[in-house]
T-cell receptor, first 118, second 112 residues
Framework: GAGVSQSPSNKVTEKGKDVELRCDPI?????LYWYRQRLGQGLEFLIY????????KSGLPSDRFSAERTGESVSTLTIQRTQQEDSAVYLC????????????????FGPGTRLTVL | GEDVEQSLFLSVREGDSSVINCTYT??????LYWYKQEPGAGLQLLTYIFSNMDMKQDQRLTVLLNKKDKHLSLRIADTQTGDSAIYFCAEFPDTGRRALTFGSGTRLQVQP
């Protein structure tokens, strides 16, 4: 079946503009994650959704960042008033659940959206 | 807090063994993971180890876990040029924030 897809693959924007990044998880996966990867660094957690539970937003770096998820489907990550330090690759992942037991918690990653803020 | 550390770079010759090291801090993690990231490709799960294991072997990959020292290593036997990539270790805690915490990644360069 299809993997996790993300769009756009690349986004160049001007400082101060808003951007929306989209993630389509694997069908049937109840958990969805957003991570950010700055150049030469590891992935930083931003937010995750699990079913109908309240999302864990504890990784969002500022109130300019927000995310929504429609049921157990598509998610959008919105960055308002973009800054140059927002330039990074934004990765989405999904998993069957948040269960402790592998492979239920195995995260499958999308190809990412490379965001460049000029 | 959670922190996962790795060395940044490793260069080996084709056919040699590679050993990539990682230290972590969250002892509640039941599973520890190794991911591979190649240019233009997504992040791929390579292997994982259950926290009550000391070692796990999967074809050319051997994972060693020293839980006392919170040290994890990935050994790649007979390293090939196709193994050139960035390797990330990651932990997934059983409690609290249920998200992967990644190291900064080790870039493996395999010379022919």
């Amino acid at each position: 079946g299809a993997g996790v897809s993300q769009s756009p693959s690349n986004k160049v924007t001007e400082k101060g503009k808003d951007v929306e990044l989209r993630c389509d998880p694997i069908s049937g996966h109840t958990a969805l994650y957003w991570y950010r990867q700055r150049l030469g660094q590891g992935l930083e957690f931003l937010i995750y959704f699990q079913g109908n539970s309240a999302p864990d937003k504890s990784g969002l770096p500022s109130d300019r960042f927000s995310a929504e998820r429609t049921g157990e489907s598509v998610s959008t990550l919105t960055i308002q008033r973009t800054q140059q330090e927002d330039s990074a690759v934004y990765l989405c992942a999904s998993s069957l659940s948040l269960a402790v037991t592998f492979p239920y918690n195995e995260q499958f990653f999308g190809p990412g959206t490379r965001l460049t803020v000029l | 807090g959670e922190d996962v550390e790795q060395s940044l770079f490793l260069s080996v010759r084709e056919g040699d063994s590679s050993v990539i090291n990682c230290t972590y801090t969250d002892s509640s993690s039941t599973y520890l993971y190794w991911y591979k990231q190649e240019p233009g490709a997504g992040l791929q799960l390579l292997t994982y180890i259950f926290s009550n294991m000391d070692m796990k072997q999967d074809q050319r990959l051997t994972v060693l876990l020293n839980k006392k020292d919170k040290h994890l290593s990935l050994r790649i036997a007979d390293t090939q040029t196709g193994d050139s990539a960035i390797y990330f270790c990651a932990e997934f805690p059983d409690t609290g924030r249920r998200a992967l915490t990644f190291g900064s990644g080790t870039r493996l360069q395999v010379q022919p």
